[in-house]
């Protein structure tokens, strides 16, 4: 009913930026919250930032001053800018949207896409 599609994910190295997108399909009434989730090889999925529809953001400690998320409602997309990046940056990267459907416009429900990977090495 919803698909979320991620793409940016790359091999950098430190130092180095790479903007991540993720794009919502499907039939819903509207998107809330949209937003970033990694998860590294051992650990559990942590949260990188978040955005409401009206562009307030929350970022994780680790991803204060060198991340940046932004949407396009229009589109139905969400972006993270990653600058200064580090091995510890080293995740699949996935993204959430709480989403009302059509059918259900009172409901919400979060859905996830299927990660994408971004590997920070020299």
């Known amino acids: 009913q919803v698909q979320l599609v991620e793409s940016g994910g790359d091999l950098v190295q430190p130092g180095g930026s790479l903007r991540l997108s993720c794009a919502a399909s499907?039939?819903?009434?509207?998107?809330?919250?949209m937003g970033w989730y990694r998860q590294a090889p051992g650990n559990q999925r942590d949260l990188v930032a978040t955005?409401?529809?009206?562009?307030?953001?929350n970022y994780a400690d680790s991803a204060k001053g060198r991340f940046t998320i932004s949407r396009d409602n229009a589109k139905n997309t969400v972006f993270l800018e990653m600058n200064s990046l580090k091995p510890e940056d080293t995740a699949v990267y996935y993204c959430?949207?709480?989403?009302?459907?059509?059918?259900?416009?009172?409901?919400?429900?979060?859905?996830w896409g299927h990660g994408t990977q971004v590997t920070v090495s020299s």
């Open positions: 959430y949207a709480n989403v009302a459907l059509i059918t259900a416009p009172s409901r919400q429900d979060n859905y």
């Open positions: 955005i409401n529809r009206g562009g307030s953001t």
């Open positions: 499907g039939m819903f009434f509207v998107i809330n919250d």
